[in-house]
């Protein structure tokens, strides 16, 4: 039979289906799966309906938590399986000259800063470092002067410490699993200290004019450290040695 219906299903009209899981289907009997995934390229939402959208995101991840940290772990849960999705759907979207997976770290991090970041948020990131310090060659910042996702958040004084973005972070984490850079992204609040990374960073100044007037003038600021695993590193290594 060409015609199934789900379990329970009834055979009225009048908006859909619905059956015992208490979704509905459409009467034509198209989904959004049925999209053309170059339909909706150019399409936007509304800063209102990501506001209230986020809000209520971080409103259920805050329920039954036992401290910030495990809040911004299910944060950045919510946001993996978004990255992993994607980065196939922006690859899909690219031209066949150049639909190609990211074959380096750099190659990687450029993308998310300028692919993923312009298809999320409307532009790029504001910087992209890498750590100067020798005993972690394994990191990398990727820096945003105004995260729109911390925009909305009102962050009660006893959770100064929260940083919503780790759901974005989650989303850049997504990325590098699916790209098969395995890494560990967590994001920090370095406004206040008036400089991007200035812990591991790379001792840049260019992107801010100055690191004292970078925490003034962005106090949200917000640097996400990718931690790639170690079996990347040494792909990385052997690549380099061959090349």
Not at 20 to 27: T, V, W
Not at 104 to 114: D, M, P, S, T, V
Not at 124 to 153: C, G
Request: hydrophobic share 35%.
């Amino acid at each position: 039979m060409s015609n199934h219906l789900p379990a329970g299903a009834g055979n009225g009209g009048g908006g859909g289906r619905a059956g015992d899981s208490g979704l509905r289907y459409p009467s034509n009997g198209k989904t959004i799966y049925h999209r053309p995934l170059n339909r909706t390229k150019t399409a936007e939402l509304s800063k209102a309906a990501f506001a209230y959208l986020f809000a209520e995101m971080v409103s259920y991840a805050q329920r039954r938590v036992t401290g910030i940290q495990e809040l911004e772990k299910r944060l950045n849960l919510q946001g993996h399986p978004i990255g992993l999705k994607l980065l196939d759907l922006l690859l899909f979207r690219e031209p066949p000259r150049t639909q190609l997976r990211p074959l380096n770290i750099i190659a990687l991090l450029h993308f998310i800063k300028i692919n993923v970041w312009t298809h999320l948020f409307g532009r790029q990131a504001d910087r992209l470092e890498k750590s100067s310090n020798p005993d972690t060659p394994d990191e990398f910042m990727i820096i945003d002067n105004e995260p729109l996702v911390n925009a909305y958040i009102s962050v009660p004084k006893e959770m100064s410490q929260l940083n919503c973005a780790a759901f974005a972070a989650g989303i850049i984490e997504g990325v590098c699993d699916g790209a098969g850079f395995p890494a560990r992204v967590t994001a920090h609040t370095v406004g206040d200290t008036g400089g991007g990374g200035s812990n591991n960073g790379s001792g840049g100044t260019g992107a801010d004019g100055g690191r004292g007037e970078g925490g003034e003038m962005w106090p949200g600021r917000t640097v996400f450290l990718v931690k790639f695993q170690p079996e990347v590193l040494e792909r990385e290594a052997l690549i380099g040695a061959k090349s």
